[in-house]
């Protein structure tokens, strides 16, 4: 799995280099000189990597940085995954139609209710509570620019 | 000079400039914690307020609040790997590591201790750097800049990956950093670089939104797999026997952090290169502390000297980066910009006056960084077991929590849903990149470098043509970064010859 990863995201800088030194060529040299000083050696360094992934050892070149939880059922990692990608991608469209003030208690109490499978009175608590410290904080206290849904301008 | 310094201590302790920087940390404290909303825009959101105040209390005020932002970020980082601060970004590294193998006291006591230390070394730097650090500054032009920059780089893509693939990989994702950073209008031809003809990408990626993306979601991700709390099944421990042993990680590690915190300073000091460089370059540094490949593997993994480097480092700078900006006008920093602007309101001039008919005044900045993390640091020590307990709290509670703050921070730099589209394809990249095993932070410092980099490498080429490359602090820059990519090969053929 890392180097299947690690092969898409090779060919992906490799796809957005080559772009990006096809478009720089057309521009004064002021304004290409620093695209093709790092896309070039970004396409090269990309090519290697492609070729690593399909050829070399799937443990080698490890980072230094955060790593995925290892011993989990991988029959479900990928549905558990794809759920956390489609809160979040759902959550930004509740946001959009329907505006922070609405998407935000929406996504708690739907988020605990329907994933934790909290109790009624706990899950209207608990959303009741994160509401109220984002409309405090955020709205009454710092006054940041929340707009209203888009939803709710089509309906007007 | 002995005099100034002490009336600089009672000018803070006057009640009133007291109270204005009690409530300059507490607000903060808040903001540190809170992802996406900055120091700097907090800093901005509070200018305004100083208009009526001396000049005392509105330093007390403004910087108490900035030099505290970067230690609340640091729990916010380590506990739920979101940053809390574009600046504690790097503390996740292992600090989060650390939180979900239970040991979060543990990295929260580091981060404290560390930040600390760092903070004291910073406000110390800035006492006996005002009258010695003017030929310093003065030596770096645009090439020296660049070739930092270029260092810096090379410092991260090559220690956060394991052998030649990880370096290859390393610097992939700094070049990836440096590609995306030219998105844009162009600075000197005015061209619209890769915009995809969308009027929001003319101004760039900006940096939050791409943070707390790359570094949040995966994590995300992950709680949502696991299905557990942060910490999981693993016992918090006893939190505050946990923090101790993290102050004494930071004394064990006694020489790491002060030179992590001289990094930090020196950042500070050079304008235009800010605290997300200096965490990095720290983080960097603190990788290099591995004694052989074997002890570097645990970077990544919840080794406490990658809590203790970028602690250090940001909240050192802010000490630094306050020089420039006092003695001659230069801001370091995005922040010390805004800072500025409060100098000219408070009817100020930086400058030699800041030096001799204002020097209590610029004491007194000194002393309000020492009290501010002094009294901050102490507050989250007391505050440590509610805060760690958070560590405990079932997943299913903490994600939806987790995805407002996400979402709110990544919205409110720019007030743009764009923002949080940039935030999502992030996530994504980020995701890919930690299930491929490559770093993503040194995509974030080409990110954050990218832009520095062209503009000095164009005035560096258009003044000097190629004889930039000849100029001896450039040379000795050059020698710099190619040892930082040698040695750690260097290190790994000495092991396997004595293996």
């Known amino acids: 799995m890392p180097n299947r990863a690690s092969l898409g995201l090779a060919l992906l800088i490799m796809a957005v280099a080559g772009w990006g030194i096809y478009t720089a060529l057309e521009w004064p040299l002021k304004a290409k000189l620093f695209p093709l000083v790092i896309g070039i050696p970004l396409f090269c360094l990309a090519a290697a990597e492609a070729i690593w992934a399909v050829f070399g050892n799937e443990a080698a070149g490890a980072a230094a940085d955060f790593k995925l939880s290892e011993g989990q059922d991988q029959g479900v990692v990928p549905r558990r995954t794809l759920l956390a990608a489609g809160w979040a991608i759902g959550f930004f469209f509740a946001i959009v139609l329907l505006g922070f003030q609405v998407a935000v208690p929406l996504l708690v109490f739907a988020y605990i209710r329907l994933q934790g499978r909290e109790s009624w009175l706990f899950t209207a608590v608990f959303t009741v509570a994160v509401w109220a410290i984002f409309y405090g904080l955020f709205d009454l206290l710092l006054h940041l620019p929340f707009p209203p849904g888009l939803l709710f301008g089509w309906l007007a | ?499």
């Open chain 2, 1 to 499: 000079m002995l005099e100034a310094f002490v009336d600089g201590l009672l000018l803070v302790l006057h009640w009133k400039a007291f109270a204005f920087m009690l409530a300059g940390i507490g607000v903060g404290f808040w903001v540190g914690l809170l992802p996406g909303l900055g120091g700097a825009t907090t800093l901005a959101l509070m200018l305004p307020f100083i208009y009526n105040m001396q000049p005392v209390e509105a330093f007390a005020f403004l910087l108490g609040m900035h030099s505290v932002v970067a230690t609340t970020g640091d729990i916010t980082s380590i506990l739920f790997g979101v940053p809390g601060e574009a600046t504690t970004a790097a503390i996740i590294l292992d600090g989060h590591a650390m939180a979900k193998k239970g040991e979060a006291g543990r990295a929260l006591g580091a981060a404290l201790a560390s930040s600390l230390i760092g903070a004291l070394i910073g406000a110390a730097a800035l006492a006996l750097a005002i009258p010695i650090v003017r030929p310093l500054v003065l030596t770096f032009g645009s090439p020296e800049l660049f070739m930092l920059a270029v260092v810096g780089l090379a410092f991260i893509a090559s220690l956060s990956g394991q052998g030649a693939r990880g370096m290859v990989r390393g610097f992939l994702a700094g070049g990836l950093g440096l590609f995306l950073a030219m998105v844009g209008q162009d600075p000197q031809a005015g061209v619209a670089r890769f915009t995809l003809d969308t009027l929001y990408l003319w101004q760039g990626l900006d940096l939050v939104p791409v943070l707390v993306g790359l570094f949040a979601l995966p994590e995300i991700i992950d709680l949502v797999v696991r299905g557990t709390s942060i910490a999981g099944n693993v016992p918090a421990g006893n939190i505050s026997k946990g923090a101790l042993e993290g102050v004494k990680d930071a004394f064990r590690h006694f020489w790491l952090t002060v030179r992590c915190s001289l990094i930090g300073t020196f950042i500070g000091i050079t304008p235009g290169l800010g605290g997300a460089v200096a965490q990095w370059m720290a983080y960097g540094h603190a990788t290099q502390s591995a004694r052989n490949t074997e002890e570097r593997k645990g970077f990544g993994e919840g080794d406490v000297r990658g809590v203790i480097g970028p602690g250090a480092a940001c909240n050192s700078k802010e000490g630094g980066a306050l020089i420039p900006t006092i003695a001659f006008g230069v801001p370091g920093s995005t922040s010390m910009a805004i800072l500025l602007g409060g100098f000219f309101l408070l009817g100020l001039v930086p400058g030699p006056d800041m030096l001799t008919k204002h020097l209590p005044v610029t004491f007194s900045m000194v002393w309000t960084i020492v009290l501010a993390n002094l009294i901050t640091v102490a507050l989250c020590f007391v505050l440590l077991n509610r805060l760690t307990a958070l560590t405990a709290v079932p997943g299913h509670l903490l994600v939806p929590v987790i995805l407002v703050l996400v979402f709110i921070g990544s919205y409110t730099g720019n007030n743009n849903y764009a923002d949080i589209v940039v935030t999502l394809v992030f996530g994504a990249v980020g995701y890919f990149m930690v299930l491929a095993g490559w770093p993503r932070a040194p995509l974030v410092l080409g990110l954050v470098l990218g832009k520095i980099a062209e503009n000095y490498l164009y005035i560096s080429v258009a003044r000097y043509d190629w004889a930039w490359l000849t100029r001896p602090v450039v040379m000795v820059l050059i020698l710099i970064a190619v040892a930082v990519v040698v040695y750690p090969a260097i290190q790994a053929w000495r092991q396997r010859s004595r293996a």
